[in-house]
């Protein structure tokens, strides 16, 4: 065992003699290893960013919570229903069977804390000379205290004055200084649509929750919305949030059964009254639990692809060390055949190669996971500056399979031009020029 050290060793010693001869060649065969683990540190860093970055959006909207919305029936269950039905949802089909019974029902379920129904639509919002098309994002009471958003001026609307059909409003951020300008809006009296309203309350600046900016909106009871501006009695959407979030699927398939019995849709015995979506539903329900479940999913799958793209750029940097490999065995032909000469094993001169490669290969990656940590880090602190919720990791997976990549690389590409050094016929060596 120590004999295989010393000849290992010997290699290595070899090995950084032949660097040092040639440290422009060497340097650009490094490169080309080093871009690939660079990039493959910060494909690794980047999903992670983007996963938490997508986690934060996901969750305020309220960690707690699980939401119902419309869904047209289609003609299949399962996956091939749902494209179905956000086909005629686009096409300008509508679904106006979520009402208020539905949200009663909901709420009388025991792991429902609070809920609230929801409308989101476009009106024109005007106070004096100014003019806007802003989005009404109509809610229930409860909303304030489910949702991430704060009231910087005024209040939020209760309970009571959404019941009465009270004409009050809470205004985003943006669509106040539209208005107003850095004057108050508090008390002040703004038309949504023709209908008179008064402004109660400010919403602190919160930006856009994925692609949806939140302080454009005018905040309206949605019951105030239903009866005196659009004149309907359903709900797009009921957001609940629950006590025990270890009991969502449960709570999940309980408001499946209070919506299918409300709506008499009764599945048939070999659907189950279990299944997420019999086809016939008109409404789909999902946690935040799952919606974040499918976000690592997704997240796992765009890293494979995207590592993937990176191998491209790892087989191109392991074919330099490939030609810098065939060039070092053309140099030292000579040399070779003298040391099978005087005694060198098979073994010998093919680990004296395959240590150059592997040494070339494991530089281009520590080198390129100091770049890829640095670039991440760049990218992470760019992207915090601009507000976002992007925080700076690299995790263990990355370096494993950085370093694990430069190993694979070395041997394999140095291989090849190993074994036929280890074969050149002594004599033959040594007569190369």
Known sequence: MSDIFARLYFAFELAADSFRSNILRTTLAVLGVMIGISSIIIVFSAGEGVKGLL???????????????????????????ETQSAMALLSGAQVTTMNHDDLDDILAIDNVKAAYGLMLTQETVKYENELHHGMVWATGASFIDIDRSEIEEGRYFTQTEDQ??????????????KLFGDSTAVDASIRVRNTRFRVIGVIKERGAVMGVNFDEFVYMPVQTLQ???????????IIAELYDMS??????????RVMRENHDIDPSEEIGESMWDTGQDDFRVASMAEIVEIFDEMSAVLTVLLLALVAISLV?????????????????????????????????????LI?????????????????????????????????????????????????????????????????????LDPIEAMRHE
């Open 164 to 177: 009465s059909l009270t004409q009050v409003v809470v205004l985003g951020k943006e669509i106040k200084e």
């Open 355 to 423: 240590v150059e490669s592997v040494l070339v290969t494991l530089v281009g990656g520590v080198v390129g996971i100091v770049v890829g940590v640095l670039v991440s880090f760049a990218i992470a602190y760019s992207a915090s500056a601009q507000g976002y919720a992007w925080t700076f990791s690299v995790p263990i997976a990355a370096y494993l399979t950085a370093i694990g990549f430069s190993l694979l690389f070395g041997v394999l590409f140095g291989l090849y031009p190993a074994q036929k050094a280890a074969k």
């Open 227 to 237: 009866k005196k501006v659009m004149g309907i009695d359903y709900f797009t959407n």
């Open 55 to 81: 986690l934060d959006q996901v969750e305020s909207y309220g960690a707690n919570t699980t939401q119902v919305e419309i869904k047209v029936p289609s003609s299949k269950k399962g996956g091939e229903g």
């Open 316 to 352: 191109v940097g392991g074919v330099g060390v490939m030609n810098m490999m065939y060039v070092i065995v053309g140099e030292r032909t000579p040399e070779i055949g003298l040391r099978k000469a005087v005694g060198a094993k098979h073994f010998d001169i093919m680990m004296q």
């Open 247 to 256: 009991l969502a699927d449960d709570t999940n398939e309980e408001i499946r």
